[in-house]
């Protein structure tokens, strides 16, 4: 990554150098960008881990009606959602149930069977379709991750450099638990404000703003 007052900012990938007026870095949440030009922010974890799978239509519990929000609890929540039937994007066989479970603490050592056999546990008796949708989920589908975000905020999210310069945006600037339902939101908007202080104003204003 180059970036300095005098140059066009420009990337590389260890084979080839590529210039630009202005460089959008939107390289997710362990950025390389972000670590050169913002040092001082990191990722940290946020103290809970996530699980996550998908149950394939043909197991898929006939739960239509009950699929799709959000249920929260001390420390835990669960997330699910209609993928469709089968066949129903095109003329795909995909389809099924997507979910997702976070509970305060690490990310767990056991192996899957052990970590499905935890959820089904620290979930029971909670409102369907929770028990359901555990129930039908095989340990080959889970996947399990730690929760991250940025601390703190970079503070600054243009850097000027030659005739323009770098912006980070989406993750790169603003990395933040999946809970939130704001990452894919942000990154919407920080790209169409970008858009619009470009079609407003010079390009140096605009990283700068």
């Known amino acids: 990554m180059r970036a ?3 140059e066009r900012p420009a990337v590389g990938d260890g084979r080839h150098t590529y210039e630009a007026d ?3 870095a ?3 949440t362990d950025s390389v960008i972000r670590r050169q030009l913002a040092p001082g922010s990191g990722v940290v974890s946020s103290g809970c881990a996530a699980w996550r799978a998908v149950i394939p ?3 898929a519990p006939s739960l239509a009606d009950a699929v799709g929000g959000e249920i929260l609890g001390a420390g835990y929540r669960f997330v699910s959602a209609s ?3 089968r066949g129903s994007s095109g003329a795909s066989s995909r389809g099924g149930i997507y979910w997702m479970a976070t509970a305060a603490g690490a990310a767990r050592p056991e192996p899957p069977e052990t970590q499905l056999a ?3 546990r620290w979930y029971a008796g909670w409102p369907a379709p929770v028990d359901e949708l555990l129930a039908a989920t095989d340990p080959a589908d889970l996947v399990q991750r730690e929760i991250r975000e ?3 905020l970079p503070r600054a999210f243009g850097f000027p450099a030659g005739p323009g310069g770098v912006v980070l945006l989406g993750d790169a600037a603003h990395a933040m638990p999946p809970h939130l339902g704001q990452g894919a939101c942000l990154a919407f908007e920080d790209a169409a404000t970008l858009a619009a202080l470009l ?3 010079t390009l140096p204003d605009a990283v700068m703003a």
Do not use: Q
């Open 199 to 201: 079609r407003e104003s």
């Open 118 to 120: 935890l959820l089904r």
């Open 83 to 85: 993928l469709g039937e």
């Open 4 to 6: 300095a007052a005098g």
């Open 22 to 24: 202005l460089v959008i």
């Open 150 to 152: 940025l601390r703190p």
């Open 26 to 28: 939107a390289d997710g």
């Open 57 to 59: 239509w043909y197991r």
